[in-house]
């Protein structure tokens, strides 16, 4: 690569500053040999963003009104992007005369994301901008879902809220109050409220999302996620699509493509030709569901080749264990390990992962031996995907981490870390106890060892009365569209004997929010506070999202008390509103629950949101010193710069970090697999005489074999194995037309239910046609753009055909963010993407949808809203889907069997019906695979598995099951 010489007319052009000149020294060296350089020096080269000394007073020409040169003087303030996990560093450029922010651009100084953004990132200004959006809050008016609503204040709402919280509590009905999330971030923000409040009412969107690789991991190690260093690898194995959409997308997407330009391989596992696979050296299609028999391949090459890191393996894996378990008559030696792991393994020939998957053998052969010589540089990321999609998928992520395993590439540099180890966890201010009680609506016996909270099923829960939500918040979460069988939710929603109280605390309308009592309208990226930290690279940084207005304000020496003081409207954040909430439910302390929202400086005062960022901040390793050489407090200098790097690449094999004096101090070492001991609690473990950490499991070591497996019942899975999906090709009846739908990529350019009120996204990606392979459309003789009847478990939608090359045949696939929906009766709300339905329920779970209108220009402030030139929304598809929750991990096991039909001549593009009554069949059909707890002494879950908000562990509390 690199850049052509400057024509003559550039150079001229260059010379007298018509066009920026990139072919100065500096230019020329970036292009040649950006390897070379260092993360600082990369920064340099941005020499055309702003330099902090000057974001109070930046000018820059209009481009609007060009070839004119009319200036405009901004202000710059940090924040972070609300519009993925990755949370990349954003800048609000703000209109000094007129206070309003006119674009967002990326932070150089954000040590994840470096600058640089994806479309989702600048597209802020279209979502504060939105013309639909929501300003103050509402409240019902007639029948909860009717579409009828009046403006309240925010203290109707709050007053409301937290006398019917207060009286719950008081009559200790703990367990009916909820906050269900979809967007999480917040890092421990909400441990701090509903601990505060003692209650065990945290939801999440994660089963629907990451908890099958989660768990994957975690039996493994004790860590649930992990943090590939893409940059210094050597051979790279995604089973997800990072270039383009999964997790921590943009910050990873930049460092594989560094570690591609030092010459690393990359190897993509999706059924799907994805934009990540087509920047492949290696694009391995696998029959969804199969890709853990591949994996076990490799490992079997591998073993038998001897290309595993013997070193580690005979230092960190439970191998005695292993052998003592499962091959008593063998003596306990290295070799014997080795051979057994052969032995266990044998099936797993290439051929049979080829009969299985489709990816020739050689393709099998050739990666696994590049893996083996990668070595410690093996990086890898399994994100939902595969293990988000299939009955047993969480075991793709175990295979997954197994070769990891056998490579020593564990923590190492260039290899696959714990996401903790360049993660950042805040210290809060008088922080809560954990509570005391157990929601058996989120964690029910059936799931002992779920990895999230059983989300898609409390509507099921609900509706089977194992209990009611006297009080439900949901946050930037949309069940109702955005899980599947949506229809039992709405059932449950219109049902006040089901849900009490239903408040939701979102910035945008959505197809939940219309099931709602309050709405409440919360702030994007640029309108509300968070800290961030993700491990997007072998470093851990902070980052704080803040109010960008409000900022600005107060640099100008206008501060403001509350944030929708300085946001549009009576736009507020969360942080602020659960504080005062808090307040309110205990305002004169005697629950002793106000207690933890009192200041730390101001003894008995309610905290400001300030101070809880302060307090935080001053206990982030490094930051005070930093601030201090700037003459800023450590909250000042987050509000100018947005974000700090804790280390740089310091948190390699963290595990051989010795366990300090003290610590050993009155320790034990156990005579039979050497953990040490404390108090009670496992600190480290000896390795060949040395005392160290080592891992978070019983072993402290990566664990080949679980016990845990077998104490909860599951001894088919004590090692790593190859679980047949729900969709395997066994089950499915070809010549009925049976299929597998993969509905779970995502489009580069949208997020869920996130990006419907930005116009510029929506523009770019508004339809999701079934992809369907040339061979399969010749079948039936489809072509692109014919409708196509895609029929579930419990009801059919109709799409059309988009034939295409980039599937694999015999599998169809459907993006999952389009479809978007309002009926007649609701709210104007994301009307760049949302088709206008007609929904019937004939009483009996029988529930129609047909599009009424698909999408319109429409007159609003925005100019745009005339100019909307497409008119097609695209289909909602989870709605059709049933529950599938994976049996030992809890995921939902996304992909569908459906059955491909043409429609019939009456029936037409965007209708969809689900019977709900088949729907709770099906979720009874999943209940019957579980294995309910007690687990061993009576606990509900193995104590070491960590959990979200955990609470109290003392014997006989709530984490023990009293018979
Ligand atoms: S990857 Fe894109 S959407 Fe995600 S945080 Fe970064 S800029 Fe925003």
């Known amino acids: 690569m690199g850049y052509k010489k400057a024509s003559f007319i550039e ?56 070839p004119k040169k009319k200036k405009t003087t901004y202000q710059i303030v940090p924040t972070t992007c609300f519009n993925c996990e990755s949370a990349c560093g954003l800048t609000a450029f703000i209109d000094k005369e007129t206070q309003e922010v006119k674009k967002f651009e990326g932070n150089p100084y954000h040590p994840g994301s470096r600058g640089r953004n994806c479309a989702k990132g600048p597209a802020t200004i279209n979502q504060i901008t939105d013309p639909d959006r929501i300003l103050y809050p509402l409240k019902r008016k007639g029948k909860r879902g009717d579409g009828e609503w009046e403006r309240i204040t925010w203290d109707e709402a709050l007053d409301t809220i937290s006398a019917r919280i207060r009286k719950a509590i008081m009559e200790k ?55 590939p260093d893409h940059a210094n690898a050597k051979f790279i194995l995604l089973i997800s699509a990072h270039l383009e959409s999964g997790h921590y997308f943009n910050p990873h997407a930049q460092r594989i493509i560094e570690g591609k330009m030092k010459g690393a391989k990359l190897a993509t596992m999706d059924p799907r030709l994805s934009n990540t696979a087509s920047m492949s050296d290696y694009w391995l299609p696998t029959y969804p569901g199969t890709e853990a028999a591949v994996l076990l391949a490799m490992v079997k090459i591998i073993l038998e080749e001897g290309l595993y890191n013997r070193e580690y393996l005979e230092n960190w894996t439970n191998w005695q264990e292993y052998l003592k378990a499962r091959h008593s008559d063998k003596a306990i030696t290295f070799e014997n390990y080795i051979a057994a792991m052969i032995a266990e393994y044998k099936e797993f020939t290439p051929e049979f992962a080829e009969k299985e998957s489709g990816v020739k053998a050689e393709t099998t052969i ?32 175990r295979c997954l981490h197994f070769l990891t395993v056998l490579t020593g590439a564990v923590g190492a540099k260039g290899g696959t870390s714990p996401n903790s180890w360049n993660k950042f966890s805040p210290t809060q201010p008088n922080p809560p106890k954990p509570q005391k009680v157990w929601n058996e609506l989120h964690f029910p016996k059936e799931y002992p060892l779920a990895f999230f909270e059983m989300s898609q099923l409390l509507p099921h829960f609900l509706k089977e009365g194992r209990g009611f939500m006297d009080v439900y918040f ?337 599998t169809v696939a459907c993006s999952h963010h389009i479809g978007r929906w309002r009926r007649p009766q609701d709210e104007a709300g994301n009307r760049w993407a949302t088709n206008t339905v007609n929904i019937e329920g004939d009483g009996k779970g029988g529930w129609k949808m047909n599009t009424i209108s698909g999408i319109k220009p429409y007159e609003s402030d925005d100019k745009d809203s005339k100019r909307i030139f497409w008119k097609d929304g695209g289909v909602h598809q989870n709605i059709t889907h049933a529950v599938h929750p994976d049996p030992i991990s809890g995921m939902h096991c996304w992909h569908q069997r459906v059955r491909i039909e043409k429609p019939d001549s009456g029936e037409k593009y965007g209708d969809i019906f689900v019977d709900t009554n088949k729907s709770h069949e099906i979720y009874k059909e999943w209940m019957a695979m579980t294995r309910p707890a007690l687990g061993p002494n009576g606990e509900r879950r193995p104590l070491w598995f960590k959990r979200a908000f955990t609470p109290d562990k003392s014997e006989g509390g709530c984490y023990y099951i009293k018979e």
């Not at 890092?187 to 994660?206: V, Y």
């Not at 109702?480 to 449950?492: I, K, L």
């Open 474 to 810: 949901s946050r930037v979460f949309n069940p109702v569209w955005t899980y599947p069988d949506g229809f039992t939710w709405m059932e449950m929603f219109q049902d006040e004997s089901k849900f009490g109280l239903h408040t939701a605390l979102t910035p945008t309308w959505n197809e939940t929010a219309f099931y709602a009592d309050f709405v409440l309208p919360m702030g994007l990226a640029s309108e509300r506070h968070d800290i961030n930290s993700y491990a997007t690279h072998g470093g851990t940084w902070v980052a704080f999202r803040q109010p960008v207005l409000r900022e600005a304000a107060r640099r100008n020496g206008n501060p403001v008390e509350y944030t929708y003081q300085a946001n549009p409207g009576e736009v507020w954040e969360e942080d602020e509103f659960w504080i005062e909430l808090s307040w309110r439910i205990d305002p004169d302390g005697s629950m002793g629950i106000r207690k933890h929202f009192e200041s730390p400086y101001r003894p008995g005062e309610k905290i400001k949101i300030g101070e809880y960022y302060q307090y935080i901040f001053e206990r982030v390793k490094g930051l005070p010193e930093t601030a201090k050489k700037e003459r800023l407090t450590e909250l000042e200098y987050m509000q100018k710069y947005g974000s700090f790097e804790i280390e740089k690449g310091e948190s390699y094999k963290m595990n051989e970090k010795p366990v300090s004096e003290d610590k050993l101090e009155g320790s034990v070492v156990d005579p039979v697999n050497n953990v040490i001991r404390k108090d009670g609690k496992d600190i480290g473990v000896m390795i060949n005489g040395k005392a160290v950490v080592g891992f978070p499991t019983p072993s402290r070591k990566n664990e080949f074999y679980s016990q845990t497996m077998v104490d909860w019942k599951w001894p088919e899975y004590a090692t790593p194995t190859y679980i047949k999906s729900h969709i395997h090709n066994d089950t499915l009846d070809k010549s009925k037309g049976e299929y597998v739908l993969i509905p779970t990529f995502r489009l580069p350019t949208l997020i869920h239910s996130r990006s419907s009120n930005a116009k510029w996204l929506v523009e770019i990606s508004n339809r999701n046609p079934i992809w369907m392979h040339p061979d399969d459309a010749a079948k039936w003789e489809f072509k692109t753009g014919d409708l196509v009847k895609m029929n579930t478990d419990i009801g059919y939608f109709i799409d059309k055909v988009w034939v295409t090359q980039g599937m694999k045949p015999g």
């Open 11 to 66: 150079n001229i052009a260059e010379k007298i500053g018509i066009i920026p000149n990139l072919h100065k020294e500096k230019y020329q060296e970036f292009d040649n040999d950006m390897r070379h350089f260092t993360d600082e020096e990369v920064a340099q080269l941005y020499e055309n963003f702003p330099p902090p000394e000057k974001w109070n007073n930046w000018v820059e020409y209009d481009p609007k009104v060009w």
């Open 366 to 397: 050739e990666i696994a031996r590049l893996i083996g010589e990668a070595g410690e540089r093996f990086a890898s990321h399994n994100w939902r995907a595969a293990a988000a999609s299939n009955l047993g998928g969480w075991a793709v992520a």
């Open 173 to 227: 009905r703990h367990n009916e109050i909820a906050y269900h999330v979809g967007r999480p971030g917040h890092e421990k923000f909400m441990n701090w409220i509903l601990q505060g409040w003692g209650i065990d009412g945290h939801n999440s969107h994660t089963n629907i999302c990451s908890s099958g690789a989660r768990f994957g991991y975690n039996i493994w190690y004790g860590y649930d996620r992990p943090s």
